[in-house]
């Protein structure tokens, strides 16, 4: 073992020489002695270290009485001090004890054989107290740093100790509550009852056992305060495995019951709207079904879809389209019962459930409610917007025996609301659901067509009206079904566009006419434009452009030759971004054009930034040019802004000589319609190409 070190200050040499010796011959130890005279000496002696005690005499050279042990002891407190003391100077000796001297050794005496054994036990028990010391601050600064609230008893269940968060946590400070009785400092009450709940903690002291606290406990502050907490008891035992009392750690669980809360609210609720969501809806349809059952009564469900609202979206931005769906939700709850649950499926979708009906009138009273407050004006952030919608309803049991069905049959029906023209409502019948599986079996089809090359391009010339000759031609599809035979656009672009299957059927459409135009032009004909419709999905598709140039460059047309037709609404849902587009597709050298001018919204001032090159009259005016309608004034007003925009008109569906004698007294630059040719096969057309000239194929066409 290692040897005791031991400091001697003294003057007195013969003490010294005593100590020394006593120590050396001791069987406690070893002991190595260290002699100093001077208490500074000491001092810088302890400054290095290593000292297991300190023999002083309190009278020194440079230091007399107290202060000097009061100069050691403020320099190490943990290293023990014992005092040399004669008769005389006893009393001092006395009082540094009171101030923490171990003890005092009487002169005379150093030579006693149990000085050996009474340092060791000295130096061996102050290490201990020192370690205790230790191990008790490291413990309380851990209880009074964590995060619960900490609190013990005895075994009478009286308060032994709180930490500073139990302080804050019952309202009671350490002083005020030790020794009074545990139910009176952790105040709880049952949160559902509001009665007293019993403190747990004569629970675990009688049986002897670590328990959770009750779930519904509530902790009345001593203030009145109450919260929410939750933790656990555990009983504290001696040695001999007997209880002594308990410690209980708590903590307030309020943000955490709140989030709970919160969290719940979310998962059943929309988070834009605070309306009920999916899954919420889906729990009250199956609750109000089980009801209906029971009692005999009906259910209607209405699926609500906004009319245009992504055209809003698109030209305001998402903030304005996020208040607007806002706007909408509060005039839908406003329309309806409280009984009734209007929800939001998300994107502009809405459901609107109505209880306890005994058969359709209420729903459509709701509905005419609904349709009339929505179209009213919604004045959003200095924007008035207009909004209508389109409802589908299905009934319970008639339309269905679940919510699943329930609602795919209204969505089914709202589908037809669409188509009928929408602002209106449509309730669900059988048909619906035959053509919606048959619009869903076009879909499935379509995209086997799109893998099978299913897909043929017919042209149908564009004529100059001045020369009659053949200007180029637009390419429409057709479908060449394995069972139905050709299959015109009307029966399958719809399903087309609202399955998003537009963009790749438009992708083949752009490639097989440049394809085709490069054969013509490698053939010898003179150079002409093909023109390719575009849809709305393809053009906001943000690999339009790039899809066009890549196009372009396989096939090797000149970008001079391709004509892309897109429709005034397509251009006006997002003006900065069209403008955007155009640009970089007419800095590729392409032809731009819209189609059927005049039958959507547009600003002529927008109209006047758009780099287009071509507006083709749609036909609904052209062929009434003659009527009582007027619309010989509205073509022959587009024919005359065209010319001061510099951009050619082209005028649709032109059909008999009358039509055609009104376009050329009022300068149309071309036409297109059956009085040239409708639209036929490639090969055909190659044909049509090959005849001696175009005003030959022409009057051919008009003797037909």
Request: aromatic letters at 6%; proline letters at 3%.
């Amino acid at each position: 073992m290692s040897a005791y070190i031991v400091l001697v200050i003294t003057g007195d040499p013969g003490d010294a020489a005593m100590i020394e010796e006593t120590l050396s011959k001791a069987r406690d130890g070893p002991f190595i002695t260290e002699w100093v005279q001077e208490l500074s000496a000491g001092l810088q002696r302890l400054r290095k270290g290593g000292i297991d005690i300190v023999l002083v005499d309190l009278y020194l050279q440079d230091s007399v009485g107290v202060n000097t042990f009061d100069a050691l002891f403020q320099l190490v407190p943990p290293v023990p001090i014992m005092v040399l003391a004669d008769d005389e100077n006893e009393p001092a000796a006395i009082e540094a004890v009171q101030r923490g001297a171990q003890g005092y050794l009487s002169k005379g005496f150093f030579s006693n054989a149990l000085t050996p054994q009474a340092l060791r036990s000295i130096i061996e028990r102050k290490k201990v107290e020192e370690a205790l010391f230790v191990e008790k601050e490291r413990a309380r600064v851990t209880l009074e740093s964590i995060g619960d609230g900490v609190l013990s008893t005895d075994v009478a269940c009286n308060v032994t100790y709180l930490n500073a968060e139990a302080e804050r946590l019952t309202g009671w400070t350490r002083q005020e509550a030790l020794g009074r009785p545990i139910a009176e400092v952790l105040h709880l009450i049952d949160s559902e009852t509001r009665q007293p709940a019993r403190n747990p903690v004569e629970t675990v002291i009688a049986n002897k056992k670590n328990m959770a606290m009750y779930a519904r406990s509530l902790l009345v502050r001593r203030d009145g305060y109450e919260a929410p907490i939750e933790d656990s008891i555990a009983p504290i035992f001696d040695r001999h495995g007997q209880v002594t009392g308990a410690v209980v750690t708590f903590r307030d669980v309020s943000e955490a019951h709140a989030m709970a809360r919160k969290m719940a609210h979310l998962a059943e609720h929309d988070y834009l709207t605070g309306l009920p969501n999916r899954l919420l809806l889906y729990d009250r349809l199956t609750q109000a079904i089980a009801y209906a059952e029971r009692h005999h009564t009906a259910i209607a469900v209405l699926f609500l879809d906004l009319d245009n609202f992504k055209h809003i979206n698109d030209s305001l931005g998402h903030s304005i389209g996020d208040a607007l769906l806002e706007s909408v939700s509060k005039r839908l709850v406003a329309q309806v019962r409280h009984s009734d649950t209007v929800s939001r499926l998300g994107g502009d979708e809405f459901v609107v459930l109505v209880l306890e009906d005994t058969n359709a009138e209420h729903s459509t009273i709701t509905a005419e409610k609904i349709i009339g407050a929505l179209s009213e004006p919604h004045h959003l952030s200095g924007n008035e917007l207009h909004i209508t919608t389109s409802i589908g309803i299905s009934l319970f049991p008639a339309d269905g025996a679940d919510a699943e069905t329930l609602i795919k049959n209204a969505d089914t029906a709202m589908y037809y609301a669409k188509k009928k023209g929408k602002n209106n409502f449509q309730f669900f019948n059988g048909d619906m659901n035959a053509r919606a599986v048959e619009r869903q079996l076009t879909e499935v089809e379509l995209r086997r067509a799109i893998d099978g090359n299913e897909f043929v391009l017919h042209y149908q010339p564009k004529v100059d009206l001045a020369s009659g000759k053949v200007t180029g031609a637009e390419a429409l599809i057709r479908w060449q079904h394995a069972q139905r035979g050709m299959v015109l656009p009307d029966s399958f672009i719809a399903v087309a566009e609202d399955s998003g299957l537009i963009v790749p059927i438009g992708g083949v459409v752009l490639r097989k006419a440049c394809e085709q135009l490069k054969e013509w032009l490698a053939a010898g004909f003179e150079e002409f434009a093909v023109s390719v419709n575009v849809s709305a999905l393809e053009f906001r598709d943000r690999r339009f452009v790039s899809k066009v140039r890549q196009t372009l460059a396989e096939t090797g047309v000149p970008p001079n030759l391709l004509q892309l037709e897109l429709t005034e609404s397509v251009l006006m849902r997002n003006i900065d971004t069209s403008i955007s587009v155009l640009h970089e597709l007419k800095e590729m050298g392409v032809q731009l054009a819209i189609d059927d001018f005049g039958t959507g919204y547009s600003s002529l001032s927008y109209l006047s930034q758009f780099p287009i090159d071509v507006l083709k009259i749609d036909q609904s005016f052209v062929q009434t040019i003659t009527g009582n309608k007027g619309n010989g004034i509205i073509v022959s007003a587009v024919i005359g802004m065209g010319t001061s925009l510099n951009q050619r008109v082209i005028a649709e569906g032109v059909e008999t000589q009358e039509q055609l004698d009104f376009l050329n007294e009022h300068h149309c630059d071309e036409g297109q319609g059956y009085l040239f040719g409708a639209a036929i096969p490639a090969e055909e057309f190659r044909h049509f190409l090959g005849t001696d000239n175009a005003t030959e194929a022409k009057e051919s066409h008009m003797r037909q």
